[in-house]
C-alpha cells in the first residue's frame, strides 16, 4: 500500500530538548516536504527536498532542519524547540511531475513546554 | 503564487449532490487546479485536478469554466464521510515553485443525515 508514516504521531517534549520527528515514503518519490498547521493560519510548507542532498526552504523554515540522506526517508530536526512551535505536522511525498497527487501522512502532534 | 477565494463553510445533506466553489481569477496558463480535502483528524487527501478540460474520477468531478477563472468540485452523493474541509489550489507547472501546494482556509463541508 503506497503510503506516508511518520513517526511519533503524539509527542509532548520540553523547550530545548532536540528533537526528530521521522517521516518515510514506500513509493519512490522524489519529492517529499514538511507542513505545519496552526488555527486559522492553514498549512504552511517548512521544507521541501527536490531529490536525495536537496533540500530547500518553504515558508516558513526558522528553527528548524531537514535532511534527505535517502530517498524515502525526509526527517524534520528541532533543535532547540520552543513553544511556538507547538502545532500539528505533515510529511507529503509526490514524484516530480507537477501534476500529479501528493501524499500525505497521518500528522504528528507536537506540544513543547 | 496565485490565489484562490473559496467560501468558509457549505452544507448538505446525505446522498445530495455537493458544489463546492472556488474562484482563481488571477490564474495563469500553467497553472493546474488541484482539489485536496482533510477529514478530521487526518492529513490532506488528493481529490482531483485538471487543466482546462472537466475531470472525472471515481471520487468527484471537476467543471472548469471556459475562461479558468473558476472551478467547481462536485460531490454527486454527499455521504458524511465526505465532511471535510477542502481546498481549491492552484499548482504552478513552472517558476521556482516546484508545484509547492499553497494551501489557503478552504470550505468546510458539513454533510447532514
Known amino acids: 500500500e503506497a503510503q506516508v508514516t511518520q513517526n511519533p504521531r503524539y509527542l509532548i517534549t520540553v523547550t530545548g530538548k532536540k528533537l526528530t520527528v521521522t517521516c518515510s515514503q514506500n513509493?519512490?518519490?522524489?519529492?517529499m516536504s514538511w507542513y505545519r498547521q496552526d488555527p486559522g493560519l492553514g498549512l504552511r510548507q517548512i521544507y521541501y527536498s527536490m531529490n536525495v542532498e536537496v533540500t530547500d526552504k518553504g515558508d516558513v523554515p526558522e528553527g528548524y532542519k531537514v535532511s534527505r540522506k535517502e530517498k524515502r526517508n525526509f526527517p524534520l530536526i528541532l533543535e532547540s524547540p520552543s513553544p511556538n512551535q507547538t502545532s500539528l505536522y505533515f510529511c507529503?511525498?509526490?514524484?516530480?511531475?507537477?501534476?500529479?497527487?501528493?501524499?500525505f501522512g497521518q500528522g504528528t502532534r507536537l506540544t513543547v513546554v | 503564487d496565485a490565489k484562490t477565494t473559496q467560501p468558509n463553510s457549505m452544507e448538505s445533506n446525505e446522498e445530495e449532490p455537493v458544489h463546492l466553489p472556488c474562484n482563481h481569477s488571477t490564474i495563469s496558463g500553467t497553472d493546474y487546479i488541484h482539489w485536496y480535502r482533510q477529514l478530521p483528524s487526518q492529513g490532506p487527501e488528493y481529490v482531483i485536478h485538471?487543466?482546462?478540460s472537466n475531470v472525472n474520477n471515481r471520487m468527484a468531478s471537476l467543471a472548469i469554466a471556459e475562461d479558468r477563472k473558476s472551478s467547481t468540485l462536485i460531490l454527486h452523493r454527499a455521504t458524511l464521510r465526505d465532511a471535510a474541509v477542502y481546498y481549491c489550489i492552484l499548482r504552478d507547472a513552472g517558476g521556482t515553485s516546484y508545484g509547492k501546494l499553497t494551501f489557503g482556509q478552504g470550505t468546510i463541508l458539513t454533510v447532514h443525515p
Open positions: 507529503a511525498s509526490r514524484t516530480r511531475a507537477l501534476n500529479t497527487e501528493a501524499f
Open positions: 485538471g487543466l482546462t
Open positions: 513509493m519512490n518519490h522524489e519529492y
